[in-house]
């Protein structure tokens, strides 16, 4: 029997990142239920998912008052970010496994009553820290976890937006704003600080982190600049964010994430109407965010192993690069082509874990050492890729799904609640470093102690 799982919320997250998954494997699980308050959105998706019109309900509240008669297994929560606490537990106290989009709270103090109000449940929930879940980062994962590195010394991680994509999401789009939203460590880098928590093996000691709004702020609007990019822009041709450059142009053939976001009329002279009213056709000069546009980031662990992560909105490609340094060899990547470059200092047979590829002799190091070269990424796997995290979305909606078949949960899952509470806490004691320039000591962010 599939898998029988209610959604709630069909954006593209959820109707696309994790939906799109459980419709292409219906042997393996059915999307029963839908709760959406957008009704076009609803029934598009339920359309999609054959979802009986008597189970498409305007919230995951109305959804849940009928959990008996739909014979739930699984939900998947992909609500807005302010309202994942209330459907999660209301679904953990049925007992109903959880698929739950990140972030698990927005603030401190919710994140602190999810804390409190789950653990003791000892729910089964999959948190989406999704990048796990890719050939990439399971690679460098599992080189970290065999020792090969010696003692980890130095992180050096970092994300690169991509000028186009911050400017949606984070300047136009639904996390632009603390107040609506949350702060950008924890919207865009929460991926970052569990990859960061996953390779190190401990949550951090200590955080300190600067960054600011510096540029997509009202008074850098070029002269003249109307309210929106498509009301005669006198800088339209050489401005980088101009919006119809983006989702008319570049992506006219795309009719999915980002451009489904203008709304229902994908044509061209649909995106044009919603670029000249909607928000995604604001100036970005022009619009109410107030989340940092650059921030780096200081962590450090116990034994001595510091970590960086460095931030920004203004780089070409949108990507992750890393190094790992350790007392016995280097491990750099970058994930958009999926390469990886490892360097061995000490001469001799090396034992490697399994990497599922051939890894290929590189030209040696000014030393002599040896460098091993190897390419980790999905099936087809393509670089402007905007919504799939490399692989990631699709390996963690089978990896939970094939949990809750199995009936062990846990030995299936690895971003379980408890594992993925620190980077968030992470998170927000980077907020605070930042915006009060001081080190912060994770305990004093976090004062009930729960780590995986």
């Known amino acids: 029997m599939p898998v029988r799982i209610a959604i709630f919320g069909t954006g593209g997250r959820g109707a696309e990142a994790y939906g799109g998954w459980i419709l292409r494997h219906p042997d393996r699980a059915q999307v029963v239920a839908v709760a959406e308050p957008l009704h076009g959105r609803r029934d598009r998706f339920a359309d999609r998912a054959d979802v009986p019109a008597e189970n498409r309900f305007p919230t995951w509240r109305a959804l849940m008052a009928e959990v008996n008669r739909l014979d739930l297994d699984a939900v998947v929560v992909a609500t807005p970010d302010t309202d994942h606490l209330e459907p999660a537990a209301a679904a953990a106290e049925r007992g109903l496994a959880v698929l739950l989009e990140k972030p698990l709270a927005r603030d401190e103090a919710t994140l602190r009553e999810l804390e409190q109000r789950l653990l003791p449940m000892q729910p089964r929930v999959a948190v989406c820290h999704v990048l796990r879940e890719t050939p990439f980062w399971r690679s460098v994962h599992a ?80 002269a003249g600049a109307p309210s929106h990019c498509v009301h005669g822009c006198p800088v339209a041709d050489s401005c980088p964010f101009y919006a119809p450059r983006y989702y008319v142009e570049r992506l006219a053939n795309v009719d999915g994430w980002p451009v489904a976001l203008l709304g229902d009329d994908v044509s061209r002279e649909g995106r044009l109407r919603a670029l000249a009213e909607g928000p995604y056709g604001r100036c970005v000069y022009r619009c109410d965010n107030d989340v940092a ?98 692989g990631g979305d699709d390996a963690l909606t089978e990896r939970f799904v094939t949990a809750v078949e199995s009936g062990d949960f846990d030995a299936h899952v690895t971003t379980t609640l408890a594992a993925s509470l620190d980077s968030h806490w992470m998170a927000f004691a980077a907020e605070r470093a930042r915006r009060h320039g001081e080190v912060v000591r994770l305990a004093d962010v976090r004062p009930l102690d729960v780590s995986a």
């Open 293 to 390: 546009d650059h921030q780096q980031t200081i962590f450090g662990f116990p034994g001595g192993l510091t970590a960086s992560l460095s931030v920004s909105a203004f780089t070409g490609q949108n990507t992750r690069t890393f190094q790992v340094t350790g007392t016995r060899g280097e491990l750099a990547g970058r994930m958009d082509t999926g390469q990886l470059r490892l360097q061995l200092f000490a001469p001799g047979q090396h034992e490697l874990p399994d990497l599922g590829t051939e890894l290929m002799p590189s030209t040696t190091g000014p030393m002599d050492h040896d460098v091993l070269e190897w390419v980790a990424a999905p099936p087809r796997w393509d670089e402007a890729d905007h919504r799939g995290h490399a």
């Open 143 to 222: 080189v970290v976890a065999s020792g090969t590195l010696g003692a980890l010394v130095t992180i050096r991680h970092e994300e690169n937006i991509g000028f186009w994509h911050f400017a949606h999401s984070y300047v136009r789009g639904n996390w632009r704003n603390v107040a609506t939203s949350s702060p950008m460590a924890l919207a865009k880098t929460s991926h970052d600080m569990d990859l960061l928590r996953w390779l190190a093996g401990a949550a951090p000691e200590t955080v300190s982190s600067v960054g600011s709004l510096m540029h997509f702020r009202k008074e850098n609007a070029p």
